[in-house]
């Protein structure tokens, strides 16, 4: 996770991103395999290229396109490389030939293979819409995160804040947080979010205030934009009340909380490593509440590497709204 403290961060990381990025849509009655690469019936790319390689992800893509198993591909491959070759190939040949695909590349390499109906949600296209609904927000940046599959990004509002009554003089501010993927392995996902000054720890809430998905199929960027701007809405709105939820759980005392943490981690399937880490983070500040123990999940959520960061902050936020998860610990 990348902190950024202005918009030009974030621009400069998106420019840098989609740079020398392409798409090409062929039939996949033209295409070949030569080795690990895809044969083009033309050069395509900056770099116009006929051979390109695949990504673990576009191969894994073009095994389900054409309906090879992917793991089994991959161990032929690890002990014959040309069988796996030509095990490919024939899949391709007798793939019907009127399919088309769409490829997304970036530089001599091909990031994903998509249905031709697949609709692009580009991350640029994201974070234009984002700057554009927020505005009037006065919001800024918290943090974002790329990657070759992933991007999601932090807002937070200037305006939408309360007072952290377990940590006199800091705050918990609101805004919201949007996941997206432009090459399949996610939907374009949006959700009101809180921060925590003093240990900046961050939550996610899909659940019952806020939280949209857009399939990255049969829209429109109109309906994209439309979908970001009402959810940005929503966290403006709202995001009191989640702060107000939030400190209301001070509330709610645990008896075994160490028992509770080692339950919810179960139920959230974290690893022994992170399960401990939550527990570890639960003695830095250790309120027998179930605030307390929402706090130790943000907290160590922070050491994680980003996907499972955000994976952990959702959640967190999601014991806001599951009393049953709550009975169940206890």
Known sequence: MTAAKTWEDLERAIERDDDEKFDVTFPVSSLGVVGDRIKFPEKVGPYNLRHLEMSPLALANMCSRTGVPHPFLETVDQRNPKLAESI???????????????????????????SDSYTAIDNRTVVDIIRDAS??????????????TDFHVKILFDDNHGADETAIGKELRG???????EVGVSHLITAPFIWREICTNGMISMSRIGGGKVRHRDHTDLHVKRMIEREVAIAMREGGVLITEFLQRRENRILKPTNVISFLAAKAKLTKTTTNAVHAAFKVEPAR??????????????????????????????????????????
Do not use: C
């Open 289 to 330: 509440n179930q605030f307390g123990v929402i706090n130790a999940f943000t907290r160590a959520a922070q050491t994680q590497a980003a996907p499972t960061r955000l994976g952990m902050e959702s959640f967190a936020g999601s014991l806001l709204h599951s009393d049953e998860l709550w009975e169940m610990a206890a």
């Open 135 to 148: 505005f009037g927000a006065a919001a800024g940046v918290s943090g974002f995160y790329i990657s070759d």
């Open 88 to 114: 490919l190939r024939d899949a391709i040949r007798a793939t019907d030939p009127g399919t088309k695909l769409l490829f997304r590349g970036k530089r001599d390499k091909i990031r994903a293979v998509l």
């Open 175 to 181: 805004g919201f947080v949007v996941k997206n993927s």
